[in-house]
């Protein structure tokens, strides 16, 4: 991954208090140009969403300073164990010295509570987390759209869904904030590097976080969305279900049966996980 000799970090603000932190990388090959988002939530204890690749923390650390002094962040959280979720975990750890990782219960379990220098601060599904005039909720996404230990964002304020790596787009993520069609982009980028397990529960968890009715989605890589959140999420949970790998080789469902067998919850598929 090429980011240049100094990367410049870009600050947009994407919704009320909430800061989108994007840096443009190389990444060569079939990806090219790339992006990485982290997310400030600003706050009496402010909140950074992903720590970004350990390479890009001095800018992203110099990004974060034009909105707060860096030793005030309070939590760094992150969806899942990945390079660019938690990476520069440690790095923000010695920066801001009350800041606690926030994550999920299994990644605290199975990750989080060995590769950070200070304990995690973990998040059972549905648990809101006080920032001060603002909270936000965690929702546990095992395997959505990648990762056992995955889970999501929501603030209740502003109603934005930090929403990871669904929606991934390519490209240097110029527009911080948009409108447009980003399902269109994200799948045509899915394509030929589908980064989804297509796990079985995947539309129950999307249709869940649908009805949070987020109306702004912070994306990790691309263009942040404005609209109507739950419609996108739907439209998203549709396009997967049509291109998963099972659903071009399923076999014919038996005469008076429906074919399909109801999901595991999300929280059941949790506490299986965690019991293995």
């Known amino acids: 991954m090429s980011t240049a000799a100094h ?49 890009l923390f001095p800018s992203v650390r ?26 520069a975990l440690n790095d923000w750890l010695a920066a801001a010295p009350r800041a606690e990782p926030v994550c999920g219960q299994v990644a605290a379990i199975v990750s989080i ?22 909270s936000v909720r965690w929702y546990d996404t095992p395997h959505v759209p990648h990762g056992w230990d995955a889970g999501l964002m929501l603030e209740t304020t502003t109603a934005t869904l930090l929403c990871g790596d669904l929606f991934t787009q390519g490209g240097k993520g110029d527009v911080p904030l948009t409108q447009g069609d980003i399902l269109g982009p994200s799948e045509a980028f899915r394509a030929p590097l589908d980064y989804f397990a297509h796990a079985p529960h995947t539309a129950q968890v999307l249709e869940r976080l649908a009805q ?23 439209a998203l949970a549709l396009r997967l279900a049509a291109t998963a790998p099972e659903a071009h080789h399923a076999p014919q469902p038996k005469a008076g049966t429906s074919g399909t067998a109801a999901p595991a919850p999300v929280a059941g598929a949790l506490t299986g996980a965690a019991a293995a």
């Not at 860096?70 to 990945?82: G, K, M, P």
């Not at 509570?113 to 603002?134: K, N």
């Open 113 to 134: 509570g060995d590769l950070a220098d200070r304990p995690p601060r973990p998040l059972a599904d549905g648990e809101s987390l006080t920032l001060g005039t603002r």
């Open 7 to 55: 990367p410049r970090t870009r600050v947009d603000e994407i919704a009320a208090g909430i800061y989108r932190l994007n840096t443009p990388v190389e990444i060569g090959g079939p990806v090219g140009h790339f992006n990485f988002n982290q997310y400030l939530v600003a706050d009496d204890a402010p909140l950074l969403f992903h720590t970004g690749p350990r390479r």
């Open 212 to 234: 949070a009715r987020p109306a702004t989605l912070a994306c990790m890589h691309g263009s942040a969305w404005q609209g109507d959140g739950a419609a996108l999420l739907r």
């Open 62 to 87: 110099e990004a974060l300073a034009r909105v707060i002094p860096v030793e005030r962040l309070r939590y760094v959280a992150f969806s899942h164990t990945e390079a660019d979720e938690c990476g």
